[in-house]
């Protein structure tokens, strides 16, 4: 699902800018990067904002999110209830594959 991966995309390139001291001295920091944008702070605040970032998709990706999840952790944990959550999870796991083509990129470019 792409549904705000630019977004998302965006999102993670800007704490990269805002954090590229921290990420060149700290080894772990770096190895931390999905948990440190995605997991440390909410992306989206408050239910009437993540309704309105939702919209239309907001069925597909709380299918998106069952998938991951079962895929993942043998059940689904989400708060479907709850639309900052849904935002919040499904930015989580988008973010894991931008982060993991930021770190495949950077190996690239240093190899």
């Known amino acids: ?9 965006e999102y993670f390139e800007d704490f990269i800018k805002e954090n590229e001291e ?3 001295e700290d080894n772990n920091f770096y190895e931390d ?9 909410y992306y989206i605040i408050g239910n009437y904002k993540a309704t309105k970032w939702l919209g239309e998709q907001v069925f ?5 999110i069952k998938e ?5 952790f043998g059940k689904v944990t989400t708060d479907f209830s709850d ?3 849904i935002v919040n999870m499904y930015v989580y796991i988008i973010g894991e594959e931008i982060v993991y083509n930021y770190k495949e990129e950077l190996e690239k470019e240093t190899a």
């Open 1 to 9: 699902m792409k549904y705000k991966y630019q977004e998302i995309k």
């Open 33 to 41: 990067l999905h948990h440190e944008c995605f997991n440390t702070h």
């Open 68 to 72: 991951y999840e079962r895929e993942h």
């Open 22 to 24: 921290h990420i060149k």
């Open 83 to 85: 639309p900052e959550k």
């Open 60 to 64: 597909n990706v709380i299918e998106y």
